[in-house]
């Protein structure tokens, strides 16, 4: 049964490779202070919605060949009623691959598990990351989505403001401290309706 949706507050990823715009979603938890937001950080305290952006950045911009990551941009959206309401819009710093080559049409799919053993997901389209692959522990991630993976991870990773300091599930509770279901590579049949690969 799915996860009653309690978080109430979003980053709300949209990047674009070569022709073609992606989205992305993490919950998370922010507040309005003295007139800027900020996102709330799981074990206490708070940072700017950029830091969090570039904290994000630095884990998902590698996995993109920097001729082809046309553009990134984090908006922090909050629910109201229906609708998702965009409060602050950041651009997400971080150092693109001069190698490898777009896997057009590819999805990568990390599926993690929170403190309250609900489960989350986070898809990245269209990365260098090579396919096909299903594995269930960090040290068989491929080279290119480990770096990702670890940002989500209070384990593995090291950013300061990185997605596993602030991110929350549905359900609004914190990532486990390493939190991987299992991590999968294959194609996205809609991706590929789009670029006409089918």
């Known amino acids: 049964m799915p996860v009653p949706l309690i978080a109430t507050w979003r980053m709300h990823i949209e990047y674009q490779v070569l022709s073609l715009t992606h989205t992305l979603n993490m919950y998370c938890s922010a507040d309005l202070v003295s007139g800027d937001y900020v996102i709330n950080l799981n074990a206490g305290g708070t940072c700017t919605v ?3 952006a570039d904290g994000f950045g630095a884990g998902f ?3 993109y060949r920097d001729t082809d ?3 990134c941009v984090a908006q922090l959206q909050e629910k109201s009623g229906f609708s998702w309401l965009t409060r602050d819009v950041k651009t997400v710093n971080g150092t693109p691959a001069t190698t ?3 896997v057009l049409a590819s999805q990568n799919t990390l599926v ?3 403190i ?3 489960i989350g997901k986070i898809i990245a389209l ?3 990351v090579g396919l096909p692959f299903h594995v269930t522990s960090p040290g068989s991630i491929p080279a290119r989505l480990i770096g990702f993976y670890n940002e989500f991870s209070e384990d593995s990773g090291s950013g300061t403001y990185r997605p596993a300091k ?3 599930t549905r359900g609004d509770n914190a990532l486990q401290d390493e939190p991987l279901i299992g991590a999968t590579g294959d194609f996205n049949d809609k991706v590929r309706r789009a670029r006409g690969l089918v």
Do not use: C, F, N
Request: no cysteine.
């Open 166 to 168: 602030w991110v929350v």
């Open 50 to 52: 950029q830091q969090a």
């Open 61 to 63: 911009v590698p996995m």
């Open 126 to 128: 269209e990365t260098t």
């Open 100 to 102: 490898g080559a777009t």
């Open 112 to 114: 993690l598990r929170d």
């Open 116 to 118: 309250s053993s609900h």
């Open 69 to 71: 990551l046309i553009s």
